[in-house]
């Protein structure tokens, strides 16, 4: 197995780099979105980009990725195409589901984001299966299931937990706790007590880091894909992170009082990308210039990925009656 | 304002249907102690499209309740809360999450009773919400109401106005048996005439929304309402009256309503809000077939979604849904209308919807 070894600059830009994008993507959904023509409900990620490029970092390209309605960063993370995520959301035909899907319902298939979709635990036993067909097809493919507080109170998540390690799969559990299932807090749904340790009682092996630390994500996910990997069994692990924006929508939702100023502060004060860019500038390892650079970079890249979106195609109802079955 | 038509003598108190179903619930826990409340969002900031609003204030955290996403085990947790002595509330802000409580719902609450030998029951009401719009897309819009009435044991409900969704409500919550609460989310908003006292509706009948005898349109949930308008312009622009029939509820069906009219007009149009395949539209028509062939002067039509999912895009949605539009059409064949005259182009202008496709009123800025 590979030991975790001190990262080069060049690997800490990329991570940097990697969650600037998701935020300026992010950030750019949100502005055009009061234009009302992204007609679909949007999750925003922003705040906890560190998960997505931790995690999706310590994956090969070949390896796969499932997720749930807040996927944005786990599909761009994972390498899926920004043009087709606008487009989708812009409901076009360009689209990676060609419009049929929207903002919850991800997929590029080229890069191994086997999709996204909003039932909440609907695709963590997928992951499972995924996994499990690669070791019956005897690759070494590791499958991640991104999914959040809320999913861990599903049923079918305990019973995939369950069938993983009894088959020690190749499967890698990714808990993003930012302690909020729509507006209701964790604790007015589960007892106090630590999400990873249930995983370890279902006989996975778990960890548990700060999920707005990018590097410490990496590591711990680089250790557990590693071990899913050696064929050391299914990996469970809890991030914890903080959701800045409302849940469904463009907006903050401070003025709905369901969480305290101080709260909010405390969860802006964490931005992973501020504290990773104060840690590497520091370091030596990232200039002011750097930054700019990246930030216009990303600019180009957002804008020609809307122009696109906007001069694709409208598909129409004669588009969607196809595709109902293969 | 429908009921303000047929019951004139009622207070004249306007409330959105949002507004009754709260009102509803409010009343309810008022009365009865063993009334409880508990979904995803309950006592949250949004409450349910405002639905639940305040009630966690009136009657405390013993009462009302906040839910792990758990459907299916908190839908068991409900039905054992239900034998043992208590009227739980579960709500589920879109039908689709409802599909993770189908065992519970079909092999145990739906069973319980007649497998028991009448022993026990389970009086739970399931309130769960059709989505529409704004790219709700293939998880998050189904109407599955005929997939829930399949189940002999649950009833299934689907009010369209204000009142009936107070009183329906009440009845749900009283009956004893398990009762689905199918909302559309698009009535939400609608107003309607609310009498304040404590009301009952039954849950195993229709009732006529407009009068007519060209062509009977038996309507479930939303499409009642779009089944109006398309009465309203039919007769004020063809003089054509066709009688609008508001199904009410699923299961059961109440068939001899629509009989009744089909025996006055010789022709049937249902216009459901589901897929057409395996659809309440189809089981409606066979029945009606099956004890009113001879009544009938035409084959019967159904109106439905097309057999395919809802796409999430605007523009693929467009013409996705039928509207007042789709039944004149219908109505118009039936009778055989020209449709190329001046008083259908008239007919056209006038129910012509305006502004996007995809919001139920212009105010709305998505997303739900």
Known sequence: MKQVRAMDTVEQSQLFHSMLRIRRIEEALARKYAEQEMRCPIHLCVGQEAIAVGVCAALNQTDLVFSNHRAHGHYLAKGGGLAELVAEVYGRETGCCG???GSM????????????TPIVGGTVPLAVGAAWAATLKRNRQVTVSFFGDGCFEEGVVHESLNFAALHKIPVVFVCENNDF???TRRTERQPDRPMFEIAQAHGVEAATG???DVEEVFNIATTAIDKARCGLGPQFLEFRTYRWREHCGPNFDDDLRYRLPLEIEAGLNACPIAHYRSKLTKANGLSGLDIDRYELEIQAEIEVAFNFALSSRRPGIEDANRKVYA | MLIAKYMPELEQRSLSFAEAVREALEQVMEKDPRVIVIGEGVPDPKAIFNSTIGLRDKYGTGRVFDMPLAENGLTGVCIGAALNGLRPVMVHQRIDFALLAMDQLVNNAAKWHY????????????RMIVGRGWGQGPQHSQSL????????GLKVVMPTTAYDAKGMLISAIEDDNPVLFIEHRWLHDIQDIVPEEYYR???????ILHEGDAVTVAAFSYMALEALTAAKALRTELGTAI???????????????????????????????AFRTGSIAGELISQVVEQAFDKLKTHPVRITLPDHPAPTSYFMTEHYYPGPQTIIDEVLKLVGVDRHSDGYKKLCAVTQRRGPHDTPNREFSGPF
Do not use: W
């Open chain 1, 99 to 101: 419009g049929r899907g």
């Open chain 1, 105 to 116: 319902h991800l997929i590029d298939l080229s890069v191994g984001f086997m999709g996204s």
């Open chain 1, 181 to 183: 299932s729509v507006y």
């Open chain 1, 210 to 212: 700060n999920g707005n």
């Open chain 2, 115 to 126: 497998m028991f030998d009448g022993k026990a029951s389970v009086p739970l009401v399931v």
């Open chain 2, 145 to 152: 109401q005929a997939m829930f009435a399949q189940v002999p």
């Open chain 2, 201 to 207: 509706v039954p849950l195993d009948q229709g009732r």
């Open chain 2, 243 to 273: 009688e609008v029939l508001d199904m009410r509820s699923v299961r059961p069906l109440d068939v001899g309503l629509v009989l009744n009219s089909v025996r006055k007009t010789g022709r049937l149009i249902v216009a459901d809000t």
